[in-house]
């Protein structure tokens, strides 16, 4: 836990009470989770969605987590390590998640560079339907 609560103290953020509930979550689920998941595992009433919302944006805005977009609009988010970058196939029913460990984004990137394009970053996620919510 202690990653988050530094990387907090390093972007200089307040580490209050809400935010070391939502870091603590987000480091035990062993699935990325979304605003409601986190709401649902909060004490009743300890926090709201905006509240999560709101941090969960500033948490990305400063790396530390990850913010993976389903193709519904919804936003799903994980703990994002220094350095660590990856990918992720998500089923469309279930929202189960597996981390991919590979990128070709960089390719993607020197390709947008030949053509003239400067402070590149890239999202890039794999969506189906798993084998259980298939059968």
């Known amino acids: 836990m202690s990653n988050g609560i530094d990387r907090l103290r390093e972007a200089k953020l307040r580490v209050t009470q809400p935010r070391r509930q939502l870091l ?14 986190l709401l649902s595992k909060m004490a ?18 400063h790396g530390i987590v990850q913010v993976i977009q389903l193709e519904s609009g919804k936003q799903l988010f994980e703990l994002h390590a220094v350095g660590d970058h990856h990918h992720h196939i998500i089923c469309r ?25 400067s402070d590149l970053n890239h999202t890039i996620e794999v969506f189906g339907v798993c084998s259980q919510c298939s059968a």
């Open 44 to 61: 009743s009433g300890s926090l709201d969605l905006v509240t999560i919302y709101r941090n969960m944006t500033v948490f990305a805005e």
């Open 24 to 37: 603590e979550e987000l480091e035990s689920a062993d699935r990325p989770l979304s605003a409601e998941d």
């Open 93 to 117: 029913e279930c929202h189960a998640t597996v981390r991919l460990d590979l990128c070709f984004g960089g390719e993607l990137e020197k390709l947008a560079k030949s053509q003239g394009y």
